[in-house]
């Protein structure tokens, strides 16, 4: 039975070969032998465990060299050169192989031994196989685990057994090495320099050679950690410390061997004494022989071997004769053991050498007086020895020419070569010839001529000699053929950002220098070598001019370089699906590392983790989303869009709720409601769906309606437009710190929610709904109107974000709620068609300081149409008041139990405010005195009812008046109305239809904007009227538009539906100061319906209309007029008012102040890079995009010459740099320019 352990090697002829064992369990019991001692000369001291009876020297052995310790048996090599084995034998690693003799060497492995033979070949028995074939000239053996390590005489490792963990993989091109070592699955190797090599199993590290070891001199490795002696006899210890293995004993030195056990580490010193520590479980690091006389050592797992003698010197091997050639190194050695200190007294001839005192000798440079004997005297305290005499024997050889040199061919500019070999005994001297002549330089065995030029053409001959004689080669002729340095390296390359790259420039006949330019940034030359090599910074396509020189002539060509962006490129599916309310998962995925991600638009509950690209949650309301998605790196950002559909919920029932009603001209049912999630309208919520999925049936009375009327119903999202004032509140109940602060920002946590759940709203409205902000924080306060209605997200995030620090005044008091709702519904005004208006106030309910009271606040809510929905919170809430304007005005009120549950009724609010619907239909019966309608919803299975019709004809009577009373009756006679994106500094009007009237498939419209202006049709989302239709637009030829609206479907019956309402156009006016000027005039045409029986539509209000002239350069005069000019508007707009040059209409176009001379639009002279490409740096402002052209010929009259280098190019309100990133092969001149837009 064996258990896994480790090893180390123990010294001799500096190797140190060390094994660890396991202890053998027998019968269940634990077996320890106490140590034992062999006693004589050169005895052998063993203990530790002795399971196996691997510390049970046999009787009578002595005159003991070398010993090791195996998995559970032990080695000892004799005087004599043979090998004693004992211990456990399962796998014959103790039979020793009959006749080994001539042994220098010996290690032992976990069940197998090695010994190293005279003649340098390796002996194996046991577990492991023979060394592999030709192993030979071997200087030192270590035995691992499983598997062996072997040094030859040339500085190279030779690996075999097992190779599980790379221990076998010598390393590619080691040489140099001077001694190994054998670890568990490990492998060491110490170079002549003194440093380390490992490879192999790393487990605690053990193969991570300490940082800056070095002047190593022996290693050894144990099961898990190793040793390194260092040649001021120290120790370095790394890997594991689990037994204190590597903690070497404070102030051990002058060591002079190292060896490692499987937990325990044992150390031989200078005056032939012991030390031990690690592990002591078998008593293994308890010195059992006290004493000095110590020669040898060596660990098994759990045991020690140690050699001690009389202590008077030994030598153990005689150094060998020497015949090598004259100049060549001659190195004896010697062996030798005994009590410390040995010294050592080489001698030649019998006369002591100077200062050859080591046990080696080297003779560096041999020469004939060189020769002789040399023998070396070891002494110490108790004695001396001589070594037998080795005889050194120098060899003169003349030189002999083995290969001549040879005829060559050369063209003007190469350099050609003569070579000669040459053998016999160094040194040997070169003179090279030319014609007969010496050539000056000409004294190596190679003649190179470099840039050769067609007057070195000729005969060339060498003489080679040495001490002992001299030869001449044979004649070798040169020919010289002029030709041109021809470029042959490929004319085109590829690359790719931030990686490594690398060119040579290659030409024929020898180009000693190069060029290259323009080269990207990060690349450079090296004009001797022809390398351009660097790490590219930049891509695109760059045309580098090549020039290879010789000593003749030149040549040039032009390289085309393509540098690929590694800017990340999205791989992920760009369409994900989802359940709304349940958990959603995508990764971001993207090519070129990226090392950051993003997303944008993303649904509600949705996050994405910015390091690793995840996006999770769960989305909170269902429809499709277009996100944007980002990958980053140290290149740039790669975007795509990411199309994200969430479907609905599976509901639990269904029921209507919130039900509201208006009958108005001409007799058309309007209802407005929820859709809940529960038969139950109080407790299932409402939730959002595409009205198409809907089924809905009309009744009059108990009378379904025939096919023949129609309904028409959608969400109020496109349909209706919507306008909502967020009412904020700042006072003490919200800011008082016992609300906590996260961010000990001295900011409440219920103040920071409070903005981002307004935030959070404002991001989950549709585009198109306007939103207002009011805030309140003090009762001797006003409430402030933080930002008036505007679909501006941005701005309305911006807003929020600073109520805070640009509103709230010192130390938050008392509230002011009802007046800021009074404030906000006021701001909103009467709901007019098609419109909906909410306020979505934060409060406690507690407000003594208010002018108004909480039945001012439901009058004027339930006077102007106006829902008020509430997310109660507060230190004392109060939700009485708020429960009764919220139920009063048919809104919701929502609890907020903390802070952070603000988020989630924000949230909530904002789906009920999508999630209501519109329901429409013109009635039969608009003659009818009275009659009851109700409808029904049937989706997922469920119907839901209006109410119960109960027949009497009671409720709900349909009676006039009607409201609006236009056109009253008149069911031909549609509206429409135009509707500024905001009541401060629009920068939209959308017009919309209120009513459509039956057989409606074009719409012709007349304008003139006194802005520039874009229309964009309203037809590509499930609500929206126009779904489908085209538009065309022309120009009137007086400065007004045409606007034609054209349906796909060729059926007038069914391109609007009858009675339908949403948005048809709209019209982004930039730089518009007020909704106010946005036309000229806006007029309908509805002569072109002239074959369906004269329906029509009107347009009203005209409230953003003023007539104003049409200029010849277009400016628009509002904006003449915000800038002082009262008057003569024409002449206003080509003077230059500010002196600067530029006319006034110009300092429209670019956005500057037409009377300030240092508002210009500047645009610098283009600058070239080092890389050869163009920059251009101009000035930006707000609202404007900037395009940059360029050409080869200046040709104003004909603009088709210039090319867009750029567009679409935003503004940074700064300084702007463009860089023309173009390859444009033969182009000589460049022209650019810059156009605002």
């Known amino acids: 039975m064996k258990m896994r352990a480790r090893f180390r090697l123990p010294v001799l002829s500096n190797y140190n070969v060390v094994h660890a064992i396991a202890p053998l369990l027998l019968g269940g019991m634990l077996w320890i032998q106490p140590a034992a001692v062999c006693s004589g000369a050169n005895a052998i001291v063993a203990w530790g465990a002795n399971n196996a009876l691997q510390c049970q020297v046999p009787s009578g052995l002595t005159n003991t060299l070398a010993v090791a310790g195996g998995d559970a048996h032990s080695l000892a090599l004799r005087a004599d050169r043979g090998v004693t084995a004992w ?199 308890n010195i059992t022989q006290p004493g000095a006389g110590f020669s040898a050592i060596a660990c098994g797992n759990y045991h020690n071997l140690a050699v001690q003698g009389d202590g008077s010197p030994v030598i153990y091997f005689q150094p060998a004769n020497q015949a090598v050639i004259i100049s060549k190194p001659a190195s004896f050695s010697v062996i030798a053991g005994g009590i410390p200190t040995l010294s050592y007294q080489w001698q030649h001839n019998g006369t002591n050498i100077a200062g050859a005192t080591n046990s080696a000798l080297s003779v560096l440079n041999v020469q004939p007086a060189d020769a002789g004997s040399y023998a070396v005297v070891v002494s110490n305290s108790h004695g001396s020895t001589t070594s037998s005499n080795a005889i050194l024997t120098p060899l003169p050889t003349p ?296 089924k809905v049936t009309c009744f009059e009375d108990t009378n379904a309606l025939s096919d023949e009327t129609s309904s028409f119903i959608s969400s109020t999202i496109g349909s209706s437009v919507s306008k909502t004032y967020l009412v904020l509140d700042f006072s003490y109940s919200i800011a008082n710190l016992a609300n906590g602060d996260t961010n000990n920002d001295g900011i409440s946590d219920a103040v920071d929610d409070v903005m981002l759940g307004a935030q959070i709203f404002v991001n989950t409205q549709p585009a198109d709904s306007q939103i207002g902000v009011v805030e309140f924080h003090r009762e001797d306060y006003n409430p402030t109107n933080v930002i008036r209605l505007t679909t501006d997200k941005v701005a309305l995030d911006q807003a929020i974000g600073g109520i805070w620090t640009n509103y709230v005044q010192n130390f938050p008091a008392g509230s002011r709620c009802w007046d800021a ?152 006679a549609g509206t429409l109305a135009l509707v500024p994106n905001a009541q401060d500094s629009p920068r939209s009007v959308t017009l919309r239809a209120n009513y459509t009237p039956r057989y409606i498939r074009q719409i012709l419209l007349h304008y003139r904007p006194n802005w520039p202006c874009v229309a964009a049709i309203q037809n590509t989302g499930t609500n929206q009227i126009l779904k489908g239709w085209s538009m065309i637009e022309t120009n009137d030829g007086a400065g007004g538009r045409w606007l034609t609206l054209n349906s796909p479907n060729s059926s007038l019956t069914s391109s609007i539906p009858f009675v339908a309402m949403g948005n048809l156009v709209t019209f982004s006016l930039r730089d518009m100061i007020n909704a106010s000027n946005a036309f000229s005039f806006f007029t309908n045409i509805n002569t072109i319906y002239t074959n369906t029986g004269g329906q029509s539509y009107q347009l009203f209000p005209t409230n953003v209309v003023t007539v104003y002239t049409n200029l010849p350069y277009g400016t628009p005069v509002p904006w003449l007029i915000a800038n002082g000019f009262t008057n003569n508007f024409a002449a206003a707009e080509i003077a230059d008012t500010d002196g600067d040059g530029v006319p006034n209409w110009q300092e429209y176009q670019a956005n500057t102040n037409p009377r300030d001379s240092n508002s210009v639009f500047r645009v610098a002279s283009p600058v070239q890079g080092s890389d050869g490409r163009w920059s251009l740096t101009f000035s930006t402002t707000t609202n404007r995009t900037y395009r940059l052209l360029s050409t080869t010929v200046i040709a104003p009259t004909n603009a088709a010459n210039w090319q867009i280098v750029q567009d679409l190019i935003p503004a940074a309100n700064t300084n702007v740099t463009v860089t023309d990133t173009r390859y444009l092969p033969g182009t000589t001149n460049q022209f650019y320019r810059v156009q605002a837009y």
């Open 821 to 972: 709702l009074v404030m906000a519904i006021t701001n909103l005004g009467p709901a007019k068609a098609g419109e909906q208006h909410n306020v979505v106030f934060v409060s406690d309910g507690n407000d003594q300081s208010s002018f108004n009271t909480v039945s001012n606040v439901i009058a004027a809510a339930t006077n102007t149409g106006v829902r008020v929905f509430c997310v109660g919170f507060g230190l004392d809430l109060n939700p009485t008041d708020l429960t009764n304007i919220t139920s009063s005005t048919g809104g919701a009120y929502y609890q907020a139990p903390t802070p952070g549950s603000m988020l989630a009724q924000f949230a909530q609010i904002s789906k009920e405010l999508q999630a209501n619907f519109f329901l429409r239909w013109a009635t039969l019966k608009r003659n009818s005195t009275a009659f009851q309608p109700s409808f029904t919803i049937t989706y997922q299975g469920f119907t839901a009812t209006s109410y119960q019709v109960d027949g009497s004809g009671n409720t709900n009577f349909i009676v006039p008046p009607y409201t609006p009373s236009q056109n009253a009756g008149n069911v031909t």
């Open 87 to 285: 211990g456990f034998n399962l796998f014959g690693q103790t039979n020793v192989p009959a006749g080994l003799t001539n042994v220098l060497a010996i290690a032992a492995g976990t069940e197998f031994s090695l010994a190293l033979k005279a003649n340098g070949t390796v002996s194996v028995w046991g577990s492991q196989s023979n060394a592999p074939t030709g192993t030979s000239n071997v200087l030192a053996i270590a035995a691992g685990w499983d598997h062996c390590l072997a040094l030859k005489a040339n500085g190279t490792v030779v690996a075999w057994g097992s190779n599980a963990h790379g221990q076998t993989n010598v390393p590619s091109g080691l040489t140099n090495v001077i001694s190994i070592a054998a670890g568990d699955a490990d492998s060491f190797a110490l170079l002549g320099n003194g440093t380390l090599v490992a490879w192999g199993d790393n487990s605690f590290s053990k193969t991570n050679v300490p940082a800056g070891l070095t002047n190593v001199v022996a290693i050894a490795a144990g099961e898990n950690h190793c040793l390194a002696l260092l040649s001021d006899g120290s120790l370095v210890a790394w890997g594991d410390n689990s037994y204190g293995q590597t903690n070497v004993p404070p102030g051990l030195s002058n060591v002079v061997a190292v060896a490692a056990g499987a937990v325990h580490c044992l150390a031989l010193k200078a005056d032939s004494t012991m030390v031990a520590w690690g592990d002591n479980t078998y008593g293994q690091t």
């Open 399 to 694: 030189p002999s020419i083995t290969a001549q040199p040879q005829d060559t061919n050369a063209f003007c500019g190469d350099a050609p070569t003569f070579q000669v070999t040459a053998d016999g005994p160094p040194p040997f001297s070169y003179q090279w010839n030319f014609g007969g002549a010496p050539i000056n330089g000409g004294t190596d065995a190679t003649l190179v001529l470099s840039n050769v030029l067609p007057s070195q053409a000729g005969s060339y001959s060498v003489v080679v000699a040495n001490p002992y004689g001299s030869i001449t080669s044979s004649v070798a002729h040169l020919s010289v053929t002029v030709d041109s340095s021809i470029i042959t390296s490929d004319l085109t390359a590829s690359a790719a950002q931030g990686s490594a790259f690398s060119y040579t420039i290659t030409g024929q006949h020898s180009p000693s220098r190069f060029t290259a330019s323009p080269l990207p940034g990060g690349l450079s030359l090296n004009t001797n070598t022809g390398v351009i090599s660097g790490t590219n910074l930049e891509n695109g396509v760059f045309g580098i001019n090549l020039v290879a020189y010789n000593a003749c002539t030149s040549d040039s060509k032009t390289l085309v370089l393509t540098i690929s962006s590694s800017v990340p490129v999205i791989t992920s599916s760009l369409t994900a699906r989802g359940t709304e309310s349940a958990n959603f998962s995508y990764t971001i995925r993207a090519n070129h590392a990226p090392t950051s991600f993003g997303a944008l638009n993303l649904p509600l509950g949705l996050n994405v983790n910015p390091a690793s690209g995840l996006i999770s949650g769960a989305p909170v309301y269902p429809g499709s989303y277009a996100s944007t998605i980002w990958a980053s790196n140290q290149w740039g950002v790669g975007s795509a869009t990411l199309s994200i559909t969430v479907s609905n919920a599976v509901l639990n029932g269904l029921s209507i709720g919130d039900l509201t009603n208006t009958y108005s001209s001409p007799y058309l049912l309007d209802f407005h409601f929820t859709l809940r999630n529960n038969n139950d309208p109080t407790i299932g919520v409402p939730f959002i769906v595409d009205p198409t999925l809907l």
